[in-house]
């Protein structure tokens, strides 16, 4: 209903457009006959100035009087059209207005309009936020201003993350490579670049890859995500020892509440099952915080006793000694983890694979020198 008093709100308007100027005729026509009165006060003055009636300064004040006024009717009256149009014309112009306008426009509506759709709710008709439209549109809007802003490295850095998502990882490598060159190399985004690289190669981590995580452990030695997938890239190469010493490391570094930590202990358990046996692992310290802290001191206090003893009757239990040494770290006591892999060095005696896990455990722990 709304509509439609509307639509006659607006037919009205221009049908009162069109009847306007009808409506002046009578004005018009007024302002022709105030030009005659003037003209006829002019020819009286110049007889009564004649007949030596009125003095010339009044004839001519008067005469000048009466020339502004006409001078001024006869300007409305050359703005206006003509009003010698019969009456009944205008009337069949009247007539014609109200008939043929609502006509015109309800013809036209019928072409051009949709009188049988149903109106839609205000909720259907609201346009979309951002957050409903689908995330290939998002994209696509993101594509089109790339494409006419390549060197907007917030761009790139921005849909990096949702080509991962979206399985396009060549896109993904691209759209990371370009935010390290225009925003400059970060741990964070060379790990990304890394990751996508890795992702490309259907999970292999490919030299370039390895050059990725590599700059990024130059800027923060700490990076988990490099980490990670060094260690992976050591195992793809055939170096499981090697791999274990930079997960364990990375495991014993790790919050007990870190999401990573399921990935690092299942990447351990599939390539050493025995690395699973009893010892004081960081989910039995995590556990141990939900007692009062004597009873969590005298637990954790007792497995690292029993691991101790147990390493001193079997020296080249290699994982035994890493898990010694990370225990004391989690503990807070670096000292004992230092002396821990000391003891653990001279255990394992020449066995060079031993030695290169304990080397890589140590320096992931930060405990060299």
């Known amino acids: ?47 009564d100035r004649a007949a030596g009636l009125i003095p010339d300064s009044e004839a001519d004040a008067a005469r000048l009087e009466v020339s502004r006024r006409l001078l001024a ?17 205008r009337r069949t112009v ?28 205000a909720s259907l008709r609201e346009t979309p936020q951002p957050e409903q439209r689908p995330i ?39 759209a990371r490579a ?30 370039e890859a390895k050059a990725a995580f590599d700059r990024a452990l130059a800027l923060d ?48 358990a599939r390539l050493d099952p025995a690395a699973s046996r009893p010892g004081p692992s960081a989910d039995d310290l995590a556990a141990a915080e939900n007692l009062s802290p004597e009873q969590r001191a005298d637990m954790v206090r007792g497995m690292v006793e029993r691991l101790a003893a147990r390493l001193k009757a079997e020296g080249s239990d290699i994982d035994g000694w890493l898990r010694l040494v990370r225990a004391y ?3 807070g006591d670096r000292d004992k983890a230092r002396q821990a892999a000391l003891d653990a060095r001279q255990a394992i005696g020449a066995d060079e694979a031993k030695q290169r896990r304990l080397d890589e455990f140590v320096r992931g722990l930060g405990l060299e020198g």
């Open 136 to 174: 290939e549109d998002l994209v696509a809007q993101v594509e089109r201003h790339l494409a006419l802003n390549p060197q907007d490295g917030r761009g790139w850095d921005v849909v990096a993350p949702v080509y991962m998502r979206l399985g396009r990882f060549d896109d993904a490598v691209k």
């Open 221 to 268: 030695s700490s990076d988990v995500k490099s980490q990670y997938y060094l260690g992976l890239a050591a195992e793809q190469d055939g170096k499981p020892d090697e791999a274990l010493a930079r997960w364990q490391g990375l495991l014993a570094r790790a919050p007990a509440d870190a999401a990573y930590r399921p990935l690092i202990e299942q990447s351990i």
């Open 329 to 331: 770290m989690v503990l």
């Open 73 to 89: 009717a006869a300007d409305v009256a050359e703005m206006e059209t003509p009003s010698g149009t019969p009456i009944w014309r």
């Open 1 to 47: 209903m709304t509509l439609w008093f509307v639509l006659a709100l607006m037919t009205a308007a221009a049908i009162f457009a069109v009847l306007m100027p009808l409506a002046y005729a009578r004005a018009r026509q007024d302002s022709r006959g105030e030009i005659a009165v003037y003209r006829d006060q002019i020819d009286e003055i110049e007889r």
């Open 178 to 207: 370009n935010a390290v060159r225009l925003l400059g190399s970060t741990a964070a985004r060379e790990a990304d670049l890394g990751e996508a690289q890795v992702a490309a190669a259907n999970g292999i981590v490919t030299a």
């Open 94 to 121: 009247a007539l014609v207005a109200l008939l043929l306008l609502p006509l015109a426009a309800g013809a036209i509506y019928l072409k051009l309009g949709s009188p049988n759709l149903p109106g839609a709710s």
